[in-house]
């Protein structure tokens, strides 16, 4: 009977020892970073441009109303390329972020490596126009919500160098 017992004990004591680590094997995994492509927000503001609560309501009605449309065109953006030459454009995009290629150069990098017929560059281009098109658009309603002080905080509008560059040149 005792041996009876010592075996009850000892298979007790084994079973609370295990139970974390089977407990732990039961947990659902989290999906890897990139297993799921996160949708980005059609409205994106800097980090540093702190929203006020009167704001926050109208810039979240823009997004409801830009999110569809621009997701739209992110997904013909995907549908133009093989999952192989998407692959190494997140592979580009991933290094450039590191690097800190400025965008002409990103933009070159990621055709080499896409390696984009004529025909699908022709598209991704089309669909990358009516993409800051959009953005344009959406600049254009975000500006009158902020202040002055949160509106010297956004990247220049595109060509905005340009123009800034000329006229100190002509001064």
């Given at each position: 009977m005792l041996?009876?017992?010592?075996?009850?004990?000892?298979l007790s004591?084994?079973?609370?020892?295990?139970?974390?680590?089977?407990?732990e094997d039961a947990k659902p995994k989290k999906p890897r970073a990139g297993a799921a492509r996160k949708e980005q927000p059609a409205v994106q503001l800097?980090?540093?441009?702190?929203?006020?609560?009167e704001q926050k309501p109208?810039?979240?009605e823009l997004e409801k109303e830009?999110?569809?449309?621009?997701?739209?065109?992110?997904?013909?953006?995907?549908?133009?390329?093989?999952?192989?030459?998407?692959?190494?454009?997140?592979e580009v995009n991933k290094e450039a972020r590191t690097s800190g290629k400025k965008r002409k150069e990103l933009q070159q990098a990621i055709k080499d490596a896409t390696k984009a017929t004529e025909e699908q560059q022709k598209q991704i281009d089309e669909?990358?126009?009516?993409?800051?098109e959009l953005r344009q658009q959406i600049r254009e309603k975000v500006e009158p919500i902020l202040t002055?002080?949160?509106?010297?905080?956004?990247?220049?509008?595109?060509?905005?160098?340009?123009?800034?560059?000329?006229?100190?040149?002509?001064?």
């Open positions: 041996k009876l017992w010592n075996c009850v004990l000892a004591i084994s079973a609370m020892l295990l139970s974390p680590a089977m407990a800097p980090k540093e441009i702190e929203l006020t609560d109208k810039i979240a830009f999110a569809p449309k621009m997701k739209e065109l992110r997904e013909k953006l995907d549908k133009v390329l093989t999952d192989e030459q998407k692959k190494a454009r997140a669909v990358e126009k009516k993409i800051v002055e002080e949160q509106k010297t905080k956004l990247p220049p509008k595109p060509g905005e160098k340009k123009k800034k560059a000329k006229e100190k040149k002509n001064a």
